[in-house]
């Protein structure tokens, strides 16, 4: 499986519980937080890990890309079908169609939202071993099965990534073109199924590897979790962030 980023060795020596609490830390600001500017500044907080994970430039477009469309979409959806009041219009298309200021503001902050808890989750996932964070998990009460099977499926967006990417190739090879959104649904229909069948058949190239190297639920770890001198300073870190966000929640932003 292709990486989408390759982690320095200072990443993966922090302990995976604290990651996974970095990610919840994430989850639960972005719900607490309201307003644009606060959750842009946690987004914007998110992004400081992908430097060190060194992203890979195709990658980082395509999460940009992606990113980017997520926002736009959002923004464009609740400003034409903002149904509270007031409503500022900008521009009216039809009597009972028109795209207002503050379905636009309801929109952007949604789409924060949901991107600060993505790249929280992505950049822990694909910058730390799966056996970590099944590690991590484990240690935390989550039972061993249910944790491989969930972080197993985040492991596959990379592979996802490249075989879409591979398609659309093909794709272009053969003639297949055009633009506008007409042209892009065909393509994305022919895009689908083969893209299911080569998951399915890792799927199940993984579960036999899997069942080759005697995985189990009572398997005895590798190793064992301690904290560390680093794994001190991140959770002061994650510490400073929720003050930081509860302060920013109780001062109405």
Do not use: N
Not at 27 to 35: D, E, K, M, P, R
Not at 176 to 187: E, L, N, Q, S, T
Not at 191 to 202: K, T
């Amino acid at each position: 499986m292709t990486a989408l980023c390759e982690p320095v060795a200072a990443l993966g020596r922090i302990d995976p519980r604290l990651k996974l609490g970095y990610v919840a830390v994430v989850s639960v600001l972005s719900a607490i937080l309201v307003g644009p500017w606060p959750l842009g500044a946690l987004c914007a907080l998110t992004l400081l890990p992908w430097p060190a994970a060194r992203p890979r430039k195709t990658a980082l477009w395509a999460l940009v890309a992606g990113a980017g469309v997520a926002v736009g979409g959002t923004m464009l959806s609740q400003g034409f079908f903002y149904g509270r009041e007031p409503r500022t219009e900008l521009l009216t298309l039809a009597p009972w169609l028109s795209l207002c200021v503050e379905g636009l503001v309801y929109g952007a902050v949604q789409s924060l939202r949901m991107i600060a808890v993505a790249s929280a989750g992505i950049a822990v996932s694909l910058t730390t071993p799966l056996g970590d964070l099944v590690l991590g998990l484990s240690r935390l009460g989550l039972p061993s099965p249910l944790s491989f099977a969930a972080l197993l499926a985040l492991r596959f967006l990379p592979e996802v990534f490249e075989q879409a990417q591979r398609l659309l190739i093909v794709q272009q090879l053969r003639g297949v073109r055009g633009r506008g959104p007409i042209a892009a649904a065909y393509r994305f229909g022919l895009l689908v199924p083969p893209l299911l069948g080569r998951m399915l058949q890792s799927a199940r190239e993984v579960a036999l590897a899997a069942e080759v190297r005697a995985y189990t639920h009572d398997r005895v770890p590798s190793r064992e979790l301690r904290f560390g001198a680093a794994d001190r300073w991140v959770a002061a870190g994650l510490g400073v962030l929720v003050l930081s966000g509860v302060a920013a929640a109780v001062l109405g932003m």
